[in-house]
């Protein structure tokens, strides 16, 4: 079973990136199918899908936020990463990585707080 977990600071300033590493044991992140995404679920809203990295490295983003989000990964470490740039107080939220396989069964980690604020 796929497990995640999520790491990086709690605390970005405004205009800062924010920096986040998922660290994902029990498969490949290369394996076939899979794709890994950042979800996030700002204080008393709902969850926001933000991109993910495929199998393959391919890359999709939410339109809303494509300009200032990338999504990378480290085959060897099996990790993904997200960076948001020029970070605003409306991107505090809880940050999750979730796996998703070809099968539809998805994976997520325990979520990980991020406060922007100077």
């Known amino acids: 079973q796929v497990q995640l977990q999520e790491s990086g600071p709690g605390l970005v300033k405004p205009s800062q990136t924010l920096s986040l590493t998922c660290t994902v044991s029990g498969d490949s992140i290369t394996t076939d199918g899979y794709a890994w995404s950042w979800i996030r679920q700002p204080p008393g809203k709902g969850l926001e899908w933000m991109g993910w990295i495929a199998y393959d490295g391919s890359t999709y983003y939410s339109p809303s936020l494509k300009r200032r989000t990338s999504i990378s990964w480290n085959t060897y470490k099996n990790e993904f990463f997200l960076q948001l740039s020029s970070a605003t107080p409306e991107d505090t939220a809880v940050y999750y990585c979730?796996?998703?396989?070809?099968?539809?069964?998805?994976?997520w980690g325990q979520g990980t707080q991020v406060t922007v604020s100077s």
């Open positions: 979730v796996s998703l396989s070809a099968r539809g069964r998805s994976s």
